[in-house]
Nanobody, 128 residues
Framework: QVQLVESGGGLVQAGGSLRLSCAAS????????MGWFRQAPGKEREVVSC?????????RYSDSMKGRFTISRDNAKNTVYLEMSSLKPEDTGVYYC????????????????????WGRGTQVTVSS
């Protein structure tokens, strides 16, 4: 089973930037599509972005994050990143990294229910 640990969250002013990291255990990391999600206080967890496995150079973004967030992965380091810029107070929330269980890899999806292993999250707070 893959374990995920997020880091890089913190307090930032509106308009600022942060880079989140998600470190994964396990040798098969590179075949799993990975995603970032977030949950604001009192709201449901929503998808932010996803990135496909090592053989597919495909990344997807929720419409509200396009142009501001960039997802990437370094399979040699078993790590997925989320670069966030032009942050807004409404970006505040707990950010979670998650992976799709795909024994043969594939293109990632923006469907929360497809993700079967999750990290514990990292808090991002954007002040106005």
């Amino acid at each position: 089973q893959v374990q995920l640990v997020e880091s890089g969250g913190g307090l930032v002013q509106a308009g600022g930037s942060l880079r989140l990291s998600c470190a994964a255990s396990g040798r098969a990391f590179s075949i799993y599509p990975m995603g970032w999600f977030r949950q604001a206080p009192g709201k449901e967890r929503e998808v932010v972005s996803c990135i496909s496995d090592r053989d597919n150079n495909v990344a997807r973004y929720s419409d509200s994050m396009k142009g501001r967030f960039t997802i990437s992965r370094d399979n040699a380091k078993n790590t997925v990143y989320l670069e966030m810029s032009s942050l807004k107070p409404e970006d505040t929330g707990v950010y979670y990294c998650a992976g799709e269980w795909r024994p043969y890899g594939g293109i990632c999806t923006l469907t929360k229910g497809r993700y079967s292993f999750w990290g514990r999250g990292t808090q991002v707070t954007v002040s106005s």
